[in-house]
């Protein structure tokens, strides 16, 4: 049985004020679950003050992107050595507005997801594809080029320290959610390319997560299907009570 890896990716938000003031009132709220591993993703600037907050408690900290080098002449990036110096145990990697709107590749991504392993960080690795592509039946296609390219080279152990994140871009943002069955359908096809590509043992493990719009009222009837194994949560993770809403359906 998979444990449930529920994830809020905080994205542009938050001031660091902010930031520790809601895991503070997060902590209080999850006290007691102990069915889920639970993540939050703050800003770069929130990451050293959140994590001193976090100290003591089981909820684990996560950046939203890292580079493929431990340090040098980058402007504007971040480390995996630098996440984990404030106490980051994941990063995110693939988000889809990475891809977009900094035309991050699957082959830059799979170097930064080797890297990132390789320096000690666990990942959750975002595939997923466009309401364009989805309508013109190219759903699958751009899963297993994105599934086969972005985790291409990596070893059986490799998979214990990560995740998949299927994301449809089109329900990111947008108050639109994919259906569970959709959601399923997704996954499963996720889980059959990775038990093709790196046998049933890795596909077995490996967690999937829906990331999509997600919220306290839809969350418990998307993981009940057999293939969703958590969340990564946006909007609704800004909020310490709707993202334990989340939490504890997921449970």
Same mark, same amino acid.
Not at 49 to 59: D, M, N, Q
Not at 169 to 183: D, F, M, N, R
Not at 212 to 218: E, Q
């Given at each position: ?5 529920? /994830? *809020? ?8 004020? %902010? ?12 006290? *007691? ?33 890292? =580079?493929?080098?431990?340090?040098? /002449? ?14 980051? /145990?994941?990063? $995110? ?7 977009? =709107?900094? @035309?991050?590749? !699957? ?8 890297? +990132?392993? +390789? ?8 595939? &997923? ?11 699958n296609d751009v899963l297993e080029r994105q599934v ?9 152990? !490799?998979? %214990?320290?990560?995740?998949?994140? =299927? ?5 990111? @943002?947008? &108050? ?23 046998g049933a043992g890795v596909a077995e493990k490996v967690? $999937?997560? =829906?990331?999509?719009?997600?919220? +306290? ?12 194994? @958590?969340?990564?949560? &946006? &909007?609704? /993770? ?10 504890? +359906?997921?449970?």
């Amino acid at each position: 049985m998979r444990k449930p890896l529920i /994830a *809020g990716n905080w994205k542009m938000n938050l001031l660091v004020s %902010d930031a520790v003031k809601m895991v503070n009132e997060l902590k209080s709220l999850v006290a *007691g679950v102990n069915g889920a591993d639970i993540v939050v993703c703050p800003v770069f600037t929130a990451l050293s003050a959140v994590g001193e907050a976090l100290k003591g408690s089981a909820i684990e900290m996560g950046g939203q992107n890292c =580079y493929l080098k431990e340090s040098g /002449a980058y402007t504007g990036e971040i480390s995996p050595q630098m996440l984990k110096d404030v106490g980051c /145990a994941w990063t $995110i990697i693939g988000h889809s507005e990475r891809r977009q =709107y900094f @035309g991050e590749t !699957d082959e830059l991504l799979n170097q930064k997801l080797k890297f +990132a392993l +390789a320096s000690g960080l666990k990942v959750m690795f975002c595939v &997923g594809e466009t309401l364009e592509e989805r309508e013109s039946g190219q759903m699958n296609d751009v899963l297993e080029r994105q599934v086969i390219k972005g985790l291409a080279g990596l070893s059986d152990s !490799d998979f %214990d320290s990560m995740s998949v994140a =299927y994301e449809p871009v089109w329900a990111i @943002g947008t &108050g639109k959610t994919a259906s569970p069955e959709q959601a399923q359908e997704a996954h499963a096809f996720i889980r059959g390319l990775l038990s093709k590509q790196f046998g049933a043992g890795v596909a077995e493990k490996v967690r $999937i997560q =829906y990331g999509g719009s997600v919220k +306290a009222d839809n969350a418990a009837e998307l993981m009940a299907k057999p293939d969703v194994d @958590g969340a990564l949560v &946006g &909007g609704a /993770a800004l909020k310490a009570d709707s993202f334990a809403g989340i939490i504890k +359906a997921s449970v």
